[in-house]
């Protein structure tokens, strides 16, 4: 069935910046469309970014030019490059296909 185990995330100063991995396993990974989404503290999930098959991406208005999603078909695994943190990034951050997430990881951004 499908897996999907995110890591990378932890306690970042704003500014900062993390890279977070999505190892995904039982699904033809290199064929999927892979995404990053997050909830925040007391929020609903917002979709952060998006990566095709053929490796085209599209980002939420909030993190464009922030993030950079990205994904290595030979070890099936998604990234999502976080530069510029700041502390309304605060959120458990997941990847997800067609609907299904991981367990997610937690990022918080803070001095």
């Known amino acids: 069935q499908v897996q999907l185990v995110e890591s990378g995330g932890g306690l970042v100063q704003p500014g900062g910046s993390l890279r977070l991995s999505c190892v995904a396993s039982g699904f033809i990974f290199s064929n999927a469309r892979m995404s990053w989404v997050r909830q925040a503290p007391g929020k609903g999930l917002e979709w952060v970014s998006i990566?095709?098959?053929?490796?085209?991406?599209e980002y939420a208005g909030s993190v464009k030019g922030l993030f950079t999603v990205s994904r290595d078909n030979a070890k099936n695994t998604l990234y999502l490059q976080m530069n510029s943190l700041k502390p309304e990034d605060t959120a458990v951050y997941y990847c997800?296909?067609?609907?299904?997430r991981g367990q997610g990881t937690q990022v918080t951004v803070s001095s």
């Open positions: 990566v095709g098959s053929g490796g085209s991406t």
């Open positions: 997800a296909k067609d609907g299904r």
